[in-house]
C-alpha cells in the first residue's frame, strides 16, 4: 500500500501506523536480541516409526527476552525477513547446526542428521552458497548430514533460481526437503524439476488423520506421491499413536511431533540420544 500521498504527508489510518510502529520496533529489539545473544537454536527429534529410533533433528530458533519471556517463531521470523535480518540470523542458525552436528558425532553419533529451516530471502541471497560451504568446511561434517527445508512457495517466486541453486547444493551433497508439503500450490512438474530429496507433510495433514476415513487422508496421498517419486518423507506435527500407526500403515517411515519429543536444548538432545 502507498504511504504517502504527493504532498509527503502520510493517509495511512491510525491503526497501520500503529502497526508499522509495532513492526519498527520488534525489528530492533529482534536485532538486539541477536547481538546480545538471546536467540538461541532447539532441536526436534525425528524418529524412525518401525524401529523407534532418533535419526536426526530439525533446528528450531527461539528468543528469549531479558525479562525471561520467549517470543515464539511465528511471530519474528515474518520481521525477520521483512527486515533483511533473517539474512545473518539465518547464516547462524545454519554454522550452529553444524557446529553441533560436529560435536554429535564426536559423541559417537555419527549418522545424526540435522534440517535446517532456510527462508526465501537466505536463499536467494547472492552469498548464500558461499555461506553454506564455508559452514560444512569450517565444522567438517560431511555434507550429506545436513539437510535444507525449503517451501513449496519458494518455488513460486523464482523457479529458475530455485532450481539452479538446488542444483549447487545437490552436487555439494546437502540434502534438501520441501517443509510443508501439501499446503502450497506446487505442480508435480515443478516438483519433478527441483529434485528433492525429502517431502515433510504438513502438521495439518497429520491432524486430520482421525477424523477421516483413510483412504481420503491427503497424507496418504503425499505418502503414495513420495513413494511414486522415489523420495523420502517425514510427517511433522505428530501427537497420538493413532496418528502414529495411520501413518505407517500409509508406509511413511518418519516422524516429528509431540508425541515422540518436543524441541530440546542442546543438553536435553544429548539426554534424549543416550537414553
Ligand atoms: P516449521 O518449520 O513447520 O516447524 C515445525 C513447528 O511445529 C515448530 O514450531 C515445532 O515446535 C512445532 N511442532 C513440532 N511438533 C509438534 C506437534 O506435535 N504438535 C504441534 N502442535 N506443534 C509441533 P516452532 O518451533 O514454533 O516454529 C514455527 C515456525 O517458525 C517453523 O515452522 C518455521 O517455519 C519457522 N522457523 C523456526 N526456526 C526457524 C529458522 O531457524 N529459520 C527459519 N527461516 N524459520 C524458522
Ligand atoms: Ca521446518
Ligand atoms: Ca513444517
Ligand atoms: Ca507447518
Redesign the pocket.
Known amino acids: 500500500a502507498k504511504l504517502h500521498n504527493r504532498s509527503g504527508y502520510a493517509y495511512f489510518t491510525r491503526d497501520m501506523g500503529v502497526e508499522i510502529r509495532e513492526r519498527v520496533r520488534m525489528m530492533h529489539a529482534l536485532r538486539a536480541a541477536f547481538e546480545g545473544e538471546r536467540l538461541f537454536?532447539?532441536y526436534?527429534p525425528q524418529i524412525d516409526m518401525q524401529s523407534g529410533k532418533t535419526v536426526g533433528a530439525?533446528?528450531?530458533?527461539r528468543w528469549r527476552t531479558e525479562e525471561g519471556n520467549f517470543i515464539?517463531?511465528?511471530q519474528f521470523?515474518p520481521i525477520a525477513?521483512y527486515s533483511g535480518l533473517?539474512v545473518n540470523?539465518?547464516e547462524w542458525?545454519l554454522r550452529s547446526a553444524c557446529f553441533e552436528l560436529m560435536q554429535l558425532r564426536e559423541s559417537g553419533f555419527a549418522d545424526f542428521q540435522i534440517a535446517?529451516?532456510?527462508?526465501q530471502a537466505?536463499f536467494s541471497h547472492p552469498l548464500f552458497m558461499q555461506s553454506l560451504e564455508r559452514a560444512i568446511r569450517d565444522s567438517r561434517i560431511p555434507p550429506n548430514c545436513l539437510e535444507l527445508?525449503i517451501t513449496e512457495s519458494m518455488a513460486m517466486t523464482d523457479p529458475e533460481m530455485l532450481v539452479n541453486t538446488l542444483q549447487q547444493i545437490k552436487r555439494m551433497g546437502v540434502r534438501i526437503s520441501i517443509?510443508?508439503f501439501g499446503t502450497g500450490f506446487s505442480s508435480l512438474s515443478q516438483l519433478q524439476k527441483l529434485n528433492v530429496d525429502k517431502l515433510k507433510i504438513?502438521?495439518a495433514f497429520v491432524s486430520e488423520i482421525s477424523s477421516l476415513d483413510s483412504e481420503a487422508s491427503i497424507a496418504k496421498m503425499i505418502v503414495q506421491l513420495s513413494q511414486s517419486l522415489n523420495l523420502a518423507v517425514i510427517a511433522?506435527?505428530?501427537?497420538t499413536q493413532e496418528q502414529a500407526n495411520a501413518l505407517m500403515a500409509f508406509g511413511c517411515q518418519y516422524a516429528?511431533?509431540?508425541?515422540y519429543a518436543?524441541?530440546q536444548t542442546r543438553s536435553e538432545l544429548r539426554k534424549w540420544l543416550k537414553s
Open positions: 537454536v532447539v526436534q530439525e533446528a528450531l530458533l515464539p517463531p511465528d521470523i525477513e533473517i540470523i539465518g542458525v535446517v529451516n532456510v527462508s537466505q527445508e517443509d510443508d504438513d502438521r511433522e506435527g505428530v501427537e516429528q511431533g509431540f508425541l518436543k524441541p
